[in-house]
Every structure is written in C-alpha cells, then in structure tokens.
C-alpha cells in the first residue's frame, strides 16, 4: 500500500530558530500533499495543502510566514517552522492522497513531536 | 455548515465485549466517509471509507463501519474487542464542496480493558 514518510519523528529546538519537518511519499507520486497539526489529546486542525509546483493554500487563521511549505517535486513536501516559539510546540502530521479520484483515501506519516524550547 | 461530530470523547469497554464508536455527519449531497486510528505519538492509519453501494463497511483489523442515511450517521464498529484497540479514533468525511479535504471530528479515545 501507499506509504508517506515523515521526518524528524521528534525535535528540540531552541526559540526562535528554525525547523524544517519533510513529508515523502515513497511509492507514488502526490501533487497535493496537506499538512495538520494536533494538540495534545485534540483532534487534527488542517493548516495548509501543498500544491506541487505552486503555492500552498493556508487554512483561516494560519500565518504563512510562520509555517513555511515547499512542495517542489511529486514526492516531497517541506514544512520550515520559522523562528519557532514554545507555543508552536506541537505534533505535526503530513498526509498525501493516492490518486484524483474522490474515492482516494489519504496516507498519513507518522508525524513530528516539536518541542521549543 | 458542514461538518462531523463524534459524541463521546471516551469510549470504556472490557475485552471480549462490543465495541461502537459513533460519528453523525453534516455533509451536503452523497457523503465520502473515512475511519482513521491513531496510536500514541503516531500518525492515523486507515480503517475503513464509505463511498457508495452497501451501508455496511468492512475495514481492517476486524471493524466495520454502517452508513446509516437518514439518521446521518456512520459508527464505527468491532464485535469483540481487543485490549490493543485501545487508541484514537477519527472520524472524517470528504468535504468536497472544500476541495476534497477531510474534516476530522474531535476524536474518541477507545480504552479497552482486560
């Protein structure tokens, strides 16, 4: 079956430095790729969908400049936390679809714990 | 507005017993409907999706899920339980009205006991 990977599955960083969190889909390509972010024992809020090639399309209320997506090839997705502050410590889950098709589901990664510090 | 509602933020239940964890929706024309778990510190795995044909889903890990129409609902179920369903269970529709994206209900921790 489909598989996304997601890497760091952990990270401490200092405030007000920057972490990059990678998505990759490993045995099909995805030109949409969404990327969530879950607080602890909260369900999962939609930040942004990753659009190869194009920009990223941001969820009401999410800062763009903050959380910085990249989607440069049909395999890869890049979410940058720029000058991270301990209020954007978090669990954050990459998800892609399988295919166009609305019956599609989507694979999830196993997601980054973000700890600021 | 659309969107899904999973009563219970926690579901108790012993070993061996059944198990049902309910989701009502609020979608606009034919609802997709998914079933993710999530274990702790991990990503949500897929259970189980309503597209269109008989209301009774099959899914993995012996669930199975009932799309019931005219009551809105889509629960999600398992005849005996294991202590290792213990986990996080979403429930989402497709909203396709917004681009095809899921929307997650609030989640319900499943605790099964032995």
């Known amino acids: 079956g489909a598989v996304v990977s997601q890497h760091p599955s952990w990270v401490i960083c200092k405030s007000g430095t920057s972490v990059k969190i990678e998505c990759r889909s490993l045995?099909?390509?995805?030109?949409?790729m969404f990327w969530y972010r879950q607080f602890p024992k909260q369900s999962l809020m939609l930040m942004a969908t990753?659009?190869?090639?194009?920009?990223?399309?941001?969820e009401q209320g999410v800062e763009k400049d903050k959380f910085l997506i990249n989607h440069a090839s049909l395999t890869l997705s890049t979410l940058t936390v720029t000058s991270a502050h301990p209020e954007d410590s978090s669990f954050y889950i990459c998800?892609?679809?399988?295919?166009?098709?609305?019956?599609?589901?989507?694979?999830f990664g196993s997601g980054t714990r973000l700890t600021v510090v | 507005a659309q969107s899904v509602a999973q009563p219970e933020d926690q579901v108790n239940v012993a070993e061996g017993n059944p198990l049902t964890v309910k989701c009502t929706y609020s979608?606009?024309?034919?609802?997709?409907l998914f079933w993710y778990v999530q274990y702790p510190n991990r990503g949500l795995q897929f259970l189980l999706k309503?597209?269109?044909?008989?209301?009774l889903v099959k899914g993995s890990y012996g669930f199975e899920a009932e799309f019931n129409k005219s009551q809105t609902s889509f629960h999600l179920k398992k005849p005996s339980a294991l202590v290792s369903d213990s986990a996080l269970y979403f429930c989402?529709?497709?909203?396709?009205?917004?681009?095809?994206?899921?929307?997650f209900g609030g989640g319900t921790r499943v605790l099964v006991k032995p």
């Open positions: 998800s892609a679809r399988e295919g166009v098709g609305q019956g599609y589901g989507y694979t």
């Open positions: 045995d099909f390509q995805a030109t949409t």
């Open positions: 990753s659009n190869e090639g194009s920009k990223a399309t941001y």
């Open positions: 979608v606009s024309g034919n609802p997709y």
């Open positions: 309503y597209i269109t044909g008989d209301n």
């Open positions: 989402a529709p497709l909203i396709k009205a917004a681009g095809n994206k899921l929307t």
